[in-house]
């Protein structure tokens, strides 16, 4: 039994094998990015939101609460005035009584592991903020 060649099939195991890792390394970490640039563009909308306070609540009697149309229209705007908003794929904006929450998903192309058939991720992030009173 002849052994020649053998060589050559462990080497193209071993360069597919680190193909593989080299792929989900670069594809991990732009997940990673892709997810810190989508919670940051969250928690600005959030933040944003949450100075969207009902105005004449407060005037009349102390009381602090969101105003859920301001608090969406101007979360709304700064999404918007994000970079790549256009390619998220869904945005969610939640009021509730002193909450407001802002859920982003975008699709992330992969490159590496396209090679192993696997063309796309979602990536999600959520971000909370609440309106503040500091005297």
Do not use: C
Not at 19 to 38: C, K, T
Not at 47 to 54: N, R
């Amino acid at each position: 039994m002849s052994e020649r060649g053998s060589i050559t099939l462990w080497l193209l195991g071993l360069g597919l094998v680190l193909m593989m890792l080299g792929g989900i390394s670069v594809d991990l970490w732009r997940g990673i990015s892709e997810r810190s640039a989508l919670y940051h563009a969250a928690s600005a909308a959030a933040i944003a939101g949450a100075s969207g306070i009902d105005e004449e609540l407060w005037r009349a009697e102390g009381l602090l609460r969101l105003e859920p149309e301001i608090a969406e229209e101007l979360a709304a705007v700064s999404l918007i005035s994000q970079p790549r908003s256009e390619e998220l794929t869904r945005h969610e904006v939640t009021v509730e009584d002193l909450t407001i929450e802002v859920t982003l998903e975008r699709p992330l192309r992969l490159t590496l592991l396209r090679l192993l058939g696997l063309d796309e991720i979602v990536v999600r992030a959520r971000a909370q903020a609440q309106p503040r009173f500091v005297p």
